[in-house]
Nanobody, 116 residues
Framework: QVQLVESGGGLVQPGGSLRLSCAASGSGLSINGMAWHRQGPGKQRELVAVITNGGRTVYADSVKGRFTISRDNAKNTVYLQMNSLKPEDTAVYYC??????????WGQGTQVTVSS
Protein backbone atom coordinates (compact mmCIF):
# COMPACT_ATOMS: atom_id res chain seq x y z
CA GLN A 1 0.00 0.00 0.00
CA VAL A 2 1.50 3.31 -1.13
CA GLN A 3 0.59 6.50 0.67
CA LEU A 4 1.26 10.07 -0.39
CA VAL A 5 1.02 12.79 2.24
CA GLU A 6 0.95 16.38 1.02
CA SER A 7 1.53 19.53 3.01
CA GLY A 8 2.25 23.22 2.58
CA GLY A 9 -0.90 24.63 1.04
CA GLY A 10 -2.69 27.70 2.35
CA LEU A 11 -3.75 31.28 1.71
CA VAL A 12 -1.20 33.70 0.29
CA GLN A 13 -1.34 37.19 -1.20
CA PRO A 14 -0.54 37.78 -4.87
CA GLY A 15 3.22 37.92 -5.34
CA GLY A 16 3.80 35.65 -2.37
CA SER A 17 5.40 32.22 -2.11
CA LEU A 18 4.49 28.76 -0.88
CA ARG A 19 6.34 25.46 -0.77
CA LEU A 20 4.43 22.21 -1.18
CA SER A 21 5.77 18.86 -0.04
CA CYS A 22 4.64 15.33 -0.81
CA ALA A 23 6.12 12.34 1.00
CA ALA A 24 5.59 8.86 -0.41
CA SER A 25 5.75 5.72 1.69
CA GLY A 26 5.09 2.06 1.13
CA SER A 27 6.69 -1.33 1.37
CA GLY A 28 9.12 -1.95 -1.45
CA LEU A 29 8.38 1.39 -3.09
CA SER A 30 10.71 2.24 -5.94
CA ILE A 31 9.84 5.57 -7.49
CA ASN A 32 10.35 6.65 -11.07
CA GLY A 33 8.73 9.98 -12.00
CA MET A 34 7.17 12.48 -9.60
CA ALA A 35 4.83 15.30 -10.55
CA TRP A 36 2.45 17.99 -9.40
CA HIS A 37 -0.96 18.60 -10.96
CA ARG A 38 -3.63 21.13 -10.07
CA GLN A 39 -7.34 21.65 -10.54
CA GLY A 40 -8.73 25.15 -10.33
CA PRO A 41 -12.39 26.05 -9.73
CA GLY A 42 -14.45 24.93 -12.71
CA LYS A 43 -11.36 23.70 -14.55
CA GLN A 44 -9.93 20.35 -15.56
CA ARG A 45 -6.94 18.93 -13.75
CA GLU A 46 -3.71 20.00 -15.42
CA LEU A 47 -0.06 19.06 -15.18
CA VAL A 48 2.07 21.67 -13.43
CA ALA A 49 5.54 20.10 -13.31
CA VAL A 50 7.30 16.77 -13.63
CA ILE A 51 10.69 15.56 -12.41
CA THR A 52 12.20 12.31 -13.62
CA ASN A 53 14.29 9.87 -11.63
CA GLY A 54 17.34 11.45 -13.22
CA GLY A 55 16.33 14.96 -12.24
CA ARG A 56 15.07 16.23 -15.60
CA THR A 57 12.22 18.69 -15.21
CA VAL A 58 9.32 19.82 -17.36
CA TYR A 59 6.96 22.69 -16.55
CA ALA A 60 3.64 23.97 -17.81
CA ASP A 61 4.11 27.24 -19.69
CA SER A 62 1.94 29.05 -17.17
CA VAL A 63 4.38 28.40 -14.31
CA LYS A 64 7.77 28.52 -16.04
CA GLY A 65 10.18 30.83 -14.25
CA ARG A 66 7.98 30.99 -11.13
CA PHE A 67 7.69 27.39 -9.90
CA THR A 68 10.50 24.91 -9.18
CA ILE A 69 10.02 21.18 -8.72
CA SER A 70 12.64 19.18 -6.83
CA ARG A 71 12.94 15.82 -5.11
CA ASP A 72 14.80 14.11 -2.30
CA ASN A 73 15.17 10.48 -3.31
CA ALA A 74 16.41 9.43 0.13
CA LYS A 75 13.13 10.68 1.62
CA ASN A 76 10.87 9.74 -1.33
CA THR A 77 9.68 13.32 -1.25
CA VAL A 78 8.85 15.79 -4.00
CA TYR A 79 8.63 19.55 -3.50
CA LEU A 80 7.07 22.42 -5.41
CA GLN A 81 8.45 25.88 -4.67
CA MET A 82 5.94 28.43 -5.91
CA ASN A 83 7.02 32.06 -6.20
CA SER A 84 5.33 35.16 -7.61
CA LEU A 85 1.96 33.54 -7.09
CA LYS A 86 -1.03 34.86 -9.03
CA PRO A 87 -4.77 34.55 -8.35
CA GLU A 88 -5.02 32.19 -11.32
CA ASP A 89 -2.72 29.77 -9.46
CA THR A 90 -5.58 29.15 -7.02
CA ALA A 91 -6.33 25.43 -7.15
CA VAL A 92 -6.16 22.13 -5.36
CA TYR A 93 -2.65 20.79 -5.93
CA TYR A 94 -2.11 17.04 -6.19
CA CYS A 95 1.14 15.13 -6.18
CA UNK A 96 1.47 12.12 -8.44
CA UNK A 97 4.10 9.41 -8.24
CA UNK A 98 4.85 6.62 -10.68
CA UNK A 99 6.78 3.57 -9.58
CA UNK A 100 9.21 1.62 -11.75
CA UNK A 101 6.49 -0.93 -12.46
CA UNK A 102 4.32 1.74 -14.06
CA UNK A 103 1.72 2.08 -11.30
CA UNK A 104 0.61 5.62 -10.48
CA UNK A 105 -0.43 7.02 -7.12
CA TRP A 106 -2.11 10.27 -6.13
CA GLY A 107 -2.07 12.42 -3.03
CA GLN A 108 -5.22 13.69 -1.37
CA GLY A 109 -4.70 17.24 -2.59
CA THR A 110 -3.82 20.47 -0.83
CA GLN A 111 -5.61 23.78 -1.34
CA VAL A 112 -3.66 26.81 -2.52
CA THR A 113 -5.54 30.10 -2.53
CA VAL A 114 -3.98 33.28 -3.88
CA SER A 115 -6.00 36.30 -2.86
CA SER A 116 -5.63 39.74 -1.34
Amino acid sequence: QVQLVESGGGLVQPGGSLRLSCAASGSGLSINGMAWHRQGPGKQRELVAVITNGGRTVYADSVKGRFTISRDNAKNTVYLQMNSLKPEDTAVYYCNVADVGGSAYWGQGTQVTVSS
